[in-house]
């Protein structure tokens, strides 16, 4: 079983960026990032696929984050800028073989790194 961590969560002011690193314990094809803030149901942000680079965003997130992947390392990142206090959540890395690029049927899941995005 594939295993994910992710790490680089912190407390930020509005407008600040961050970056988020998903390390993973072997290849898997599509990797993505989803967020749960306090209350609400996880959402997915963003997708790739490791070969090719290919990305998928949600509407809320286009143009401020980036997400994009370090092949050797079998690593992800999630670039967040101009946050938002909206942007506020438990962010998790997640992976899949099967599929296609979207934000749907992830089976592998990381622990989670909080962001908090202050006014």
């Known amino acids: 079983q594939v295993q994910l961590v992710e790490s680089g969560g912190a407390s930020v002011q509005s407008g600040e960026s961050l970056r988020l690193s998903c390390a993973a314990s072997?290849?898997?094809?599509?990797m993505a990032w989803f967020r749960q803030a306090p209350g609400k149901e996880r959402k997915g942000v963003a997708a790739?696929?490791?070969?090719?680079?290919?990305?998928y965003y949600v509407d809320s997130v286009r143009g401020r984050f980036t997400i994009s992947r370090d092949n050797a390392s079998n690593k992800i990142f999630l670039q967040m800028n101009s946050l938002k206090p909206e942007d506020t959540a438990m962010y998790y890395c997640?992976?899949?073989?099967?599929?296609?690029?979207?934000?749907?049927?992830?089976?592998?899941w990381g622990q989670g790194t909080q962001v908090t995005v202050s006014s």
């Open positions: 997640a992976a899949k073989d099967a599929g296609s690029l979207n934000l749907e049927g992830y089976n592998i």
């Open positions: 072997a290849y898997t094809k599509y």
């Open positions: 790739i696929r490791i070969d090719g680079g290919f990305q």
